[in-house]
């Protein structure tokens, strides 16, 4: 596609709920991130796969935040046992190579925990 | 650690100019630079590696003072486009993670 597309684009879910954010990179891009945005703050990182390859997942909060690509494109970014304060905006980037290129965010997945 | 943006907030007419700093602690390697608007995605603007050097996009520009550990992006004669918040995110030699300051909120009036 022309852009990284998340989805859904919102999603509501009951505390103690598991919930899966999708990322889908733009064609060809290798590297792929996750990051956390909190209302009026900036991203923090959560997570970086080349390829399929899951190279640094020190940014997750916890062992219930998880993430895979398996095939090192559409990524998959899964939350277990949800709880208020991971109420947030996700959002997912890609770049072309490895290493100090810009990456180009999706729109993100507001989640909201109930 | 986080770097710092300073202002937090500006407010500008059309067409005035404005400053805005990205300061770290750290060792850097690269500077980038993104604008968000309100619900949307962050739009890349430039990367500065170390070296110092400037560059710019449409009137937008800005400078890496590798020394000072110190970014810099400049809005001259700004449109109403150029609303937003702004972020500098930085990397360190080993590269493949940004860390974001906390943002500038800018609003161009007409």
């Known amino acids: 596609g022309a852009g990284v597309s998340q989805s859904p684009r919102y999603k509501v879910a009951k505390r103690g709920q598991d919930v899966a954010l999708r990322c889908d990179p733009i064609s060809g891009h290798v590297s792929l991130f996750w990051y956390q945005q909190a209302l009026g703050q900036g991203p923090e990182f959560l997570t970086y796969?080349?390829?399929?390859?899951?190279?640094?997942k020190s940014g997750l909060p916890s062992d219930r935040f998880f993430a895979e690509r398996p095939e090192g494109s559409v990524s998959t970014l899964k939350i277990q046992r949800t709880q208020q304060e991971d109420s947030a905006v996700y959002l997912c980037?890609?770049?072309?190579?490895?290493?100090?290129?810009?990456?180009?965010f999706g729109d993100g997945t507001r989640l909201s925990i109930l | 650690q986080q770097p710092v943006q300073s202002p937090q907030a500006v407010i500008l007419r059309e067409g005035e100019d404005a400053v805005i700093n990205c300061s770290s602690s750290k060792a850097l390697y690269s500077v980038h630079w993104y604008r968000q608007k309100h619900g949307e995605a962050p739009v890349f603007l430039m990367i500065l590696l170390k070296g110092g050097e400037q560059k710019g996009h449409e009137k937008i520009s800005a400078s890496f003072n590798e020394k000072k550990q110190q970014s810099s992006l400049y809005l001259t004669a700004s449109q109403l486009s150029y609303s937003g918040t702004y972020f500098c995110?930085?990397?360190?030699?080993?590269?493949?993670?940004?860390?974001f300051g906390g943002g500038t909120r800018v609003l161009v009036k007409p």
């Open positions: 980037a890609s770049s072309l190579r490895q290493g100090h290129q810009p990456q180009h």
């Open positions: 796969f080349q390829n399929e390859a899951q190279l640094d």
């Open positions: 995110g930085t990397e360190t030699a080993a590269g493949n993670k940004l860390t």
